[in-house]
């Protein structure tokens, strides 16, 4: 299978033919010598990614640019990344690396791997691991379903700002690379906020995601602290890939229970737009391994494995030191295999290479070397060691020398993405045929349904299975490795690059409508609030006007309207807004003016208010209302007050709220499904006997439907504001007047109007050639709808709900952090915002360093 850009020639599509390649680390360490000269090798992990890369840049057309971080920077005596406390003299620190050294070390690295398209990001600070403290320590765990201990949340918070640079920091290099027509291509869960960002900087382009470790169920996801705005970063792909259908399912079902979204079995509809969910098994390079394993360096290795045993039988695993890949599990299960079958010790060694990862357990590092004394101990005598342990990265002839002297694999891993040992272990054993023990809990179960499998947790059960797997008959294993073999090479890396660039371009491609849902685009998704860019344009501006919705955008909805009242920190930050002069800020809400009068008017005087839909309107620091309505004709009220009876009277739990001017009909306290039905009649039977005979308009909201003049909406009253100094008696503003700021905020349908207005406003002005905003950029207006994505949109961009309102909010006045949510931001090499304070005193603790360091 294979894939070329002229594939999609004819498909409408503007393809450049380059895919950008983001992966969480280059495939090189980065090391100082003795001399102080930087220098880099190789290191091993994520072979089958790489060589998807591989694959890209060697045997297609495509050209492939590959984005990475460059890890931490090491000493040349080191076998553990440099760590300097930060509380620890500049003048210690190694890692001030000059802009010269980096373009040798780039081309070191570029050199060494034979891509001259190779992309370092660098993000060079003393404590180099923070970059890995939050995707290590909140979102490994918790997407193996592993539970942190209960904190204060402090140290949380500060990984989760790093953990946003770090996404930022690849946004900004993939801007800098981006041409129209890529495709970015980003991978695993430390860049899970990227999708979004792009979005927001690329509305127009192709980007994927492909998570590589399992996606837990919504009732361990929901145990995030950030679950929202994780979700809503992986949304701004257009589509994402997960190892098994069960991964996938858990996305969508965290979709709908968290974001309340709609889906699909394949699809997530974001706003007008959705977004492509779909399973793509990862494999290997089948053709380069079996180049490798049958090598003579390999056969020698293969005589030497066996000479160590004494000829015993050899069980064999390589596993990460971690607590899912199950080394504790497999341990214990060859503890009571040997004292449920004691005829075999003395003739089976279980060979076990375990290397520890930066993100390792110390318990658990303590109870496997306790586990293997206790069994070397118990079964073992002086010419037999029943368990051979290695805590080492083996090299990677040894490891498939390994493989190929087993005569049994055993792979118990208790959660894990794709275990890519027992697909390479079929390959290394298509001669011999020897048998695979894998855990149903591995990714690997789904593409290898053929393998002994078996569950960790019950060790009589795996014991029984090593006790039949070494007994099987030669036929009986070479039938089964015939199965196991043809399924791993029917899904080659190969076959995973190609199947995910195929779905992500048939989806792209506009006459292919997988849904027969027309009303959706492809591309062009509405993305997440650019928090960065609202702040830059909101401190340049000198104009600012807010224009809120109320409920659901300030306030959550809730089942009883009476009791959505304004929380004390909503009414702190508005009276922070009105306290800046240059700040204007009105609430126009379908409330009543009483409420509003009760709630605003006394508590914040300096607001503007504009109740039920902009009927009534009441100027900053005025206490008169002004009823926009007050020469219309009102018959109308008693015939529709005649329709909302009757479906009160038979709709349990609904009621009517006569407002002075509008009507409205709530069915939130009824049942969803018959409120939602009788809501639907409602609106007909209102659009065909009363707006034929008077100029209302009949508007469904969240559980509701409400019946107004024509004449006035909020659309109405966004323009009086934008555009007249007074509202009330619409006295347009003068030149200098106009606003260089507008933040729009709404979540009901009613409030598109208001979008809509500003989007015109805009289109007006751009075709007027009016001036720009300071930053030069555009007019600063920003149209955002509020709350779940299972609505079309006008909006330019959204937020997932009215906390999120409240903190962009504080984000203007300085009282949340800029990295509380991802967004486009310039950082300099160590992570600092550019131009910054912090990034200033450290381009002069720079400065300070080399001078001293060129002295000696």
């Known amino acids: 299978m294979s894939i070329e850009p002229s594939d999609c020639k004819n498909s409408g599509l503007r393809l450049s033919g380059r895919i950008l390649n983001c992966v969480t680390q280059l495939p090189s360490e980065i090391y100082r010598t003795k001399t102080g000269e930087w220098e880099v090798k190789h290191i091993r992990g994520s072979s089958a ?62 050199t060494m791997n034979g891509n001259k398209n190779i992309h370092p990001i660098w993000l060079l600070r003393k404590d180099q691991d923070r970059w890995r403290q939050y995707a290590e320590n909140v979102i490994w765990p918790l997407f193996h379903y592993l539970l942190n201990e209960p904190s204060d949340g402090r140290q949380e918070s500060q990984w989760w700002y790093d953990y946003v640079k770090f996404n930022e920091a690849y946004a900004a290099k993939v801007k800098q690379l981006y041409k129209p027509g890529d495709i970015v291509w980003i991978h695993d869960y430390y860049l899970l906020l990227l999708p979004q960002i792009l979005r927001m900087e690329l509305p127009e382009a192709y980007i994927c995601h492909f998570l590589h470790v ?62 492509r969910v779909d399973t793509f098994p990862l494999g290997i390079d089948v053709t380069a391994l079996e180049k490798d ?27 990460r030191l971690d607590t899912v890949r199950g080394v504790e599990q497999k341990l214990l299960a060859f503890d009571q295999f040997l004292e449920l079958y004691p005829e075999w010790i003395g003739r089976v060694v279980l060979i076990q290479v375990s290397f520890i990862p930066s993100y390792h357990s110390s318990r658990l590092v303590k109870r496997v070397s306790e586990l293997v004394a206790h069994i070397n101990g118990r079964y073992g005598t002086l010419e037999y060691t029943p368990v051979l342990h290695y805590n080492m990265r083996v090299p990677k002839a040894e490891y498939l020398a390994l493989l190929r002297a ?53 060790t009589v059960g795996v014991s029984r299975a090593l006790n039949e797997c070494l007994l099987l008959s030669a036929p009986t294993k070479q039938a089964t490795e015939t199965k196991l073999y043809k399924s791993v090479v029917s899904h080659t890396v190969q076959d995973w690059t190609c199947k995910i660039l195929s779905s992500l371009l048939e989806f792209l491609t506009p006459s292919n409508g997988s849904d027969g849902n027309q009303r959706f685009s492809r591309n062009g998704i ?113 015939r529709v007050e005649e329709v909302f009876q009757y479906y009160t009277e038979r709709t349990s739990g609904s009621f009517i709220e006569k407002k002075k001017v509008a009507l409205t009909w709530h069915y939130r306290k009824s049942d969803p499904e018959l409120g939602a039905y009788q809501g639907e009649q409602c609106r007909k039977q209102l659009e065909e006997e009363i707006c034929s005979q008077y100029d209302v308009e009949v508007m469904p909201g969240k559980a509701n439907v409400e019946v107004r003049p024509r004449f006035v909406n909020k659309g109405e009253m966004v323009r009086r504001i934008v555009l007249c100094s007074d509202p009330v008696k619409q006295v347009v503003r003068k030149h200098g007047e106009r606003p260089d700021f507008v933040l729009c905020l709404g979540d009901d349908t009613t409030d598109e109007d208001m979008f809509k207005t500003l989007n015109s406003i805009e289109k007006h002005w751009q075709m007027q050639g009016v001036t720009k905003n300071a930053t030069g950029d555009d007019y600063g207006l920003f149209p955002v709808t509020v709350g779940p994505a299972n609505k079309q949109t006008v909006a330019k961009a959204y937020l997932s709900d009215p906390q999120q309102v409240l903190d962009t909010i504080g984000l203007l006045l300085g009282q949340v952090s800029l990295f509380d949510t991802a967004g486009s931001v310039d950082l300099d090499d160590r992570g600092h915002l550019k131009n910054s304070e912090s990034a200033l005193k450290s381009a002069q603790n720079r400065k300070e360093y080399q001078k001293k360091a060129a002295k000696k």
């Open 406 to 458: 087993a005569d049994l694999c055993l792979v118990t891993s208790i959660r894990d993405g794709m275990n890519t040992t027992a697909l390479e272990y079929v390959v290394c054993q298509r001669t011999q045929g020897h048998p695979l023990i894998l855990s149903e809990f591995s990714g690997a179960a789904s593409i290898l349904p053929d393998a002994i499998q078996i569950n960790p947790w019950d």
């Open 526 to 638: 509405t993305p997440y609030l650019n928090k960065p860019k609202l702040l830059k344009c909101y401190e340049v501006a000198q104009k600012r006007l807010f224009l809120f919705d109320y409920d659901g955008t300030l306030t959550p909805i809730v089942r009883d309207p009476a009791a959505a009242i304004p929380s004390a920190r909503l009414l702190g930050l508005l009276k922070d807004l009105v306290a800046d002069k240059r700040n204007e800020v009105w609430i126009i809400s379908g409330r009543d003016e009483a409420f509003l009068e009760k709630w605003f008017a006394r508590e914040v005087p300096e607001l503007g208010l504009s109740a039920e839909h902009g009927c009534f309107l009441k100027n900053p620091n005025t206490p008169e209302w002004t009823n926009l309505a007050a020469s219309v004709d009102m018959n109308w009220q008693k």
């Open 214 to 275: 399992p996606f837990p169920s919504s009732e361990y996801f929901r145990c995030l602290s950030k679950r929202k705005i994780i979700l809503d970063g992986l949304l701004g792909a257009n589509q994402l890939g997960f190892q098994s259908y069960s991964f996938s399912r858990h996305f969508l079902s965290c979709c709908t229970r968290l974001l309340g979204y709609d889906v699909t079995p394949t699809f997530v509809y974001v706003h007008s737009s959705q977004v």
């Open 293 to 319: 394993v049958f090598s003579k360096e390999v056969n020698a290795k293969v005589t030497a494995l066996h000479e160590l045993t004494g000829g015993r039988q050899l069980i064999v695993g390589r596993d």
């Open 49 to 110: 990614l790489y060589a998807s890369n591989m694959f890209l840049s060697k045997h297609t057309k495509w050209e492939t640019h590959l984005i990475g971080w460059t890890g931490e920077l090491f000493e040349a005596d080191e076998m553990v990344p440099r760590s300097i406390p930060a509380s620890q003299k500049i003048e210690n620190d190694p890692l001030y690396l000059s802009e010269e050294d980096k373009r040798d070390v780039t081309e070191k690295i570029r």
